[in-house]
């Protein structure tokens, strides 16, 4: 977990001297503003008993970043030292919370309970008796130390957690209106386990046609949608997959003609769509999906009994691209 994050990120060190070279040292990378390494120690300190710089031949690195949909993600790695400055393999835990705050008394926690599982012979108030003295014949070889990062509290996981989020999209038409139609889309969307419920409206910016006689229509087309879909997470993106209803009004007004005359309909469609989700800064994602919509009818736009000037297609290709935020 060595990404940075994008004009934010900071490396904060902060060493703790305990007169000698392999007294414990605690690292902290995280955002500016997120953790301050003094108060962390402090924290560490008042749950330990004593201060962390009294505990050497251990060291501790906490690595903390925004996670999407899940709030603020955490990672404790945990190095013994021998003598000579060797380190022995390290152990680690993987902890989210909703705030950096609540990540940081955590971390507080789960290093001053893996210092009491690695020294315990350190613990004033629970020091047991020396064992013998082994026979000379039989000198043993150091043991390596066991590093154990205790959990401070499991954290709910991510696919369970209910989640409301906004969109804001530039939408794009092909078959509805005359030409390729350009449009904005604003929404909501329900998020609960792998499930969403998505509930946008759209609105197209208005279009004209002219036959060749120089009479024509102008045609503007807005509706809402309400669709149910499902959604799995692959890394950092999340893929969806969505099918609903659309109810709205496509409406034409004549132009070049002596007596331009308002119509309009009911825009009714079914409509299938698939989409991806890309983590950009915590909560916000980049998204773009693509689908199509079959309007339930196709009525015709005509001046005089029989010159048409448009009439939805049988299938309308849609693509959307824009940012979804969850709160």
Known sequence: MQRRFAGCAAVLVFGFAAGGANAAEVKVRAPDGCVDASQLA??????LGR???????VDFTVDIEPAPRQGWKLRLTAVG??????????????????????????????IAMSVRALKPDDNPEAKPPPPPSPPAAEASH???????????????????????????????????LPGAGIGVELGGVLRISSFRIVARGALF????KRLASGSGGEFTLGFGTLLACL???LGRPTLFGCSGFELGRLSGEGVGVSQPRLGSTTWEALTVEVGVAVPLSGPVAAVA????????????????????????????GRFALGLEYFF
Request: net charge negative; hydrophobic share 45%; with cysteine.
């Open 142 to 176: 150091p043991a390596e130390a066991v590093i154990v990062v205790a959990p401070a509290g499991a954290p709910a996981r991510a696919d369970h957690r209910i989640g409301v989020g906004l969109t804001a999209m530039a939408l794009a038409d092909e078959g509805a």
């Open 81 to 110: 030292k021998h003598d000579g400055g060797q380190t022995v393999p390290a152990g680690s835990r993987e902890l989210t919370a909703r705030t950096c705050p609540e990540l940081a008394d955590a971390a507080a926690v789960a």
């Open 42 to 47: 402090e924290q560490v300190g008042v749950v």
């Open 205 to 208: 910016a208005s279009q004209e």
């Open 289 to 316: 999906r693509g689908g199509a919509a079959a309007p339930l009818q196709r009525p015709e736009f005509v001046i005089g009994p029989t010159d048409r000037v448009h009439r939805a297609a049988s299938l309308d």
């Open 231 to 233: 959604q799995r997470e």
């Open 51 to 57: 201060p962390l710089a009294s505990v050497a031949d």
